[in-house]
Every structure is written in C-alpha cells, then in structure tokens.
C-alpha cells in the first residue's frame, strides 16, 4: 500500500514538472450578464447604451487631449429602468471631466458642482482614466494615481447615487476626449479540484490564492496576480491523482 502511494505521488509530481514548462490557461468563467470583462481597448460608440455593472466592474477611458476640441470626458449612468439614450443634460447621473481648464476640473451630477481635481494628473498623453463605484464611494484615477473619492454618504446625492445603481453606460454625444474604453478586471476563472473552483472576475492589481482539494496536486505556486494587461500572470492547475 506504501509503494502503491509512493508511486502516485512520484507521477504526480513528475507531471507537475512536465506540465509547468508550458501551463494550460485559466478556464473563463462568467455567470452575469451585465458583467462586462472584456480587457482589450473598444472604440468609443457616443450615444449608445453599453451594459456595465459599475459596481462590479471599474471603467477604464482612454484620452488623448491635444487639440482644443477635446476637452470633455462625459459618462452618463443608468440604472436597470432605461432602456435607452437620453441627453446628457436632461440625465441625473453623469460623470464629467473638462481636460483642458486651467486645472482639470470633474463634477458627478447632483453631487457636486464642477471643482478642481484636488490631485491634479501629470501632462502626459494619453491618459488612462479609471472609474470606480461602490455602494457608498466613486473613485478617479488617472495613470493608476487616485484623484479624488467622492463619498455620497450624507450628501444631498445619497439617495440617487447610493448602492448598486448602475446598470449600463453611455458616453455623451459631444464627448469627444474619449478614445477607448475597456473594463478594467481580469476574467473570471475555474479551477477544477482546488477548495474554490470558480472565481468571479477581480480588478487590476488583485492577487489571489488557490489551494487545491485532497487527492489533487498543485501545478504553479498557487499565486496569480490580475495584470495591467487585464491577462493573469500565473496559470493554476489542481491535478488529480
């Protein structure tokens, strides 16, 4: 019986070595809809519905701001209840940022009224901005640098802006700072035989740890880490034995 298990474990970790040189990919997995997850850059479409779940999933827009023309960043959000476009003045949400002001200036609709970023971003182009929402928070980036955190708790905006309230976004029909867009996660994945197989898309910079269940043996270090590139360093395989 000790030879047999000796045997086992002795391929296991053979196929190990093998597998490594050359790691299957993480198995995709998504179960929402309106998750949107994919990393490569899009083409802005102005005035078109885009679902995204904003709580789930942070935006990420491309701008390269060189002429005098292009000096708005304009996001309107939606919730579940609208189905289609509607002007940028008349909607109760939005995001704005006015790139070429003498300091780059942003307002959220019904929060805030249009106010100097309070970090400003560096004069590099182009620039990858990112926008992130919480229940309780909306966050800028720019460049990977946060900018400001707005917290709706006790602002006259709670009620409109608090909680999971986006659905789909569009990008204002002047808005022509805006290049590209792309979430700004890495997929979600499966794993086969570790203590959690499916794993829900995470953002840039997050690390996970997978462990694998008994009578299976870790191909990798178990550690991956969600990339800038929206790709997940490592490939993790639990192999049965």
């Known amino acids: 019986m000790l030879l047999m298990l000796t045997v086992v474990l002795s391929y296991a970790i053979l196929a190990a ?7 299957p990919s993480l198995s995709a997995v998504n179960s929402q809809t309106n ?19 904003l709580e789930s999933v942070p935006l990420q827009v491309q701008t390269n701001s060189t002429s005098s023309t292009d000096n708005y960043l304009s996001v309107i959000l939606y919730d579940n209840t609208q189905d289609t476009y509607n002007s940028f003045y008349t909607y109760k949400r939005w995001i704005a940022v006015n790139l070429l002001s003498n300091e780059i200036t ?9 106010d100097a970023l309070p970090i400003q971003p560096t004069v590099e182009e182009p620039k990858i901005w990112t926008f992130s929402k919480t229940a309780d928070t909306l ?45 700004s996660v890495c997929l979600g994945f499966s794993i ?14 997050t690390t996970v740890t997978v462990e694998c269940q008994k009578k299976h043996v870790l191909l990798g270090n178990g550690v ?5 590139s929206g790709e997940w360093s490592e490939a993790i395989v639990c192999q049965e034995f």
């Open 224 to 228: 991956s880490t969600c990339l800038e």
């Open 139 to 183: 966050t800028i980036e720019c460049n990977g640098v946060t900018l400001v955190t707005y917290n709706f708790t006790g602002a006259n905006c709670e009620a409109l802006w608090k909680g999971d309230v986006v659905d789909k976004i569009a990008f204002w029909n002047n808005d022509e700072a805006s290049k590209f867009y792309r979430s």
């Open 106 to 114: 942003y307002y959220f609709r019904s929060c805030t009224v249009e």
């Open 17 to 23: 070595c093998l597998t490594l040189d050359s790691p």
């Open 192 to 205: 086969p035989g570790s203590t959690v197989e499916n794993w829900d898309a995470q953002p840039l910079g």
């Open 35 to 53: 998750l949107a997850t994919d990393t490569s850059w899009q083409p802005v479409v102005r005035s078109t519905l885009i679902p995204w779940d």
